[in-house]
């Protein structure tokens, strides 16, 4: 029953901006810590951008600066607000949620972000 679904991403020039969205169903939204995470071919998946429950958020120190993460109570739904893209932040970017007492995550099925010029 439980589901996230990515939408948003795209290609772009370095530079640009980019703006995805995550939609949640079948969870307790308020009690869930929400998180954005991007894998890259050959690498491993990391972090990029993090809200807990309570609304504090966290970033990995290549985002800072540069990526906003940010939240609809009412429609369920975590942004990942992405300005001044690099070529580097190419990946496959995969919304995550984890009951802020629990041990499972549950994952979207991500969505390709192409920064390229």
């Known amino acids: 029953q439980v589901q996230l679904v990515e939408s948003g991403g795209g290609l772009v020039q370095p530079g640009g901006s980019l703006r995805l969205s995550c939609a949640a169903s079948?969870?307790?939204?308020?009690?869930?810590?929400m998180g954005w995470y991007r894998q890259a071919p050959g690498k491993q998946r990391e972090l990029v951008a993090g809200?807990?429950?309570?609304?504090?958020?966290n970033y990995a120190d290549s985002v800072k600066g540069r990526f906003t993460v940010s939240r609809d109570i009412a429609k369920k739904t975590v942004y990942l607000q992405m300005d001044s893209l690099k070529p580097e932040d190419t990946a496959v970017y995969y919304c995550?949620?984890?009951?802020?007492?629990?041990?499972?995550?549950?994952w979207g099925q991500g969505t390709q972000v192409t920064v390229s010029s």
């Open positions: 995550n949620a984890k009951y802020k007492f629990g041990s499972y995550d549950y």
């Open positions: 079948g969870i307790i939204f308020s009690l869930v810590n």
């Open positions: 809200m807990a429950s309570g609304g504090n958020t």
